[in-house]
T-cell receptor, first 111, second 113 residues
């Protein structure tokens, strides 16, 4: 079973920041937090990942709490094209790194 | 074109028929994966492969067969299709390096009647 808990759905206004939370209270020391998204009918797309430090790339920022039990994915200026299901996944490093997808958060960006 | 492709994109078949879904990647990634996605279940791993001639079961392997004779191809065969195998199938690949960053194909929508 997925090791993460995410809200079922969220809404965000276009141009505003979208903050998507994820709870992973049972995460262990060698596990990373990965975020993917899936736009309708397309394959999932990797967004970002982190271990304990905050991370930023061209798509998003990832904030991980100091105790690593939760994290937040931030899309700084959401657009209509960011409407998708967002998955937070905990991954053990050093092997096949199989992904276990939960149900994710359906983010709807409204005009 | 570079990337990961799946064929066919859409397939309708009858119960009991054998059907093969193709996956091809041009990056020479070591790992390849097959997932299925059903309404209400998210993506579930069927089979994966760490390299040519090395395959292993995922969460839901029953009714499926895979092979990997070449690094770039990872076909998925339904030996005798059932209605419960109606789903969207996604193939993915990743380099042999440590990390959970996988690259997904566009998917194959399979309907078993």
């Amino acid at each position: 079973d997925a090791k993460t808990t995410q809200p079922t759905s969220m809404d965000c206004a276009e141009g505003r920041a979208a903050n998507l939370p994820c709870n992973h209270s049972t995460i262990s020391g060698n596990e990373y937090v990965y975020w993917y998204r899936q736009i309708h009918s397309q394959g999932p797309q990797y967004i970002i990942h982190g271990l304990k430090n905050n991370e930023t790339n061209e798509m998003a920022s990832l904030i991980i709490t100091e105790d690593r039990k939760s994290s937040t994915l931030i899309l700084p200026h959401a657009t209509l094209r960011d409407t998708a299901v967002y998955y937070c996944i905990v991954v053990s490093q050093g092997g096949s790194e199989k992904l276990v997808f939960g149900k994710g958060t359906k983010l709807t960006v409204n005009p | 074109d570079a990337g990961i492709t799946q064929s066919p994109r859409y397939k309708i078949t009858e119960t009991g028929r054998q059907v093969t879904l193709m996956c091809h990647q041009t990056w020479s990634h070591s790992y390849m994966f097959w997932y299925r996605q059903d309404l209400g279940h998210g993506l579930r791993l069927i089979y994966y492969s760490a390299a040519a001639d090395i395959t292993d079961k995922g969460e839901v392997p029953d009714g499926y067969v895979v092979s990997r004779s070449k690094t770039e191809n990872f076909p998925l065969t339904l030996e005798s299709a059932t209605r419960s195998q109606t789903s969207v199938y996604f193939c993915a690949s990743k380099p042999g390096l440590a990390g959970g960053e996988q690259y997904f194909g566009p998917g194959t929508r399979l309907t078993v009647t």
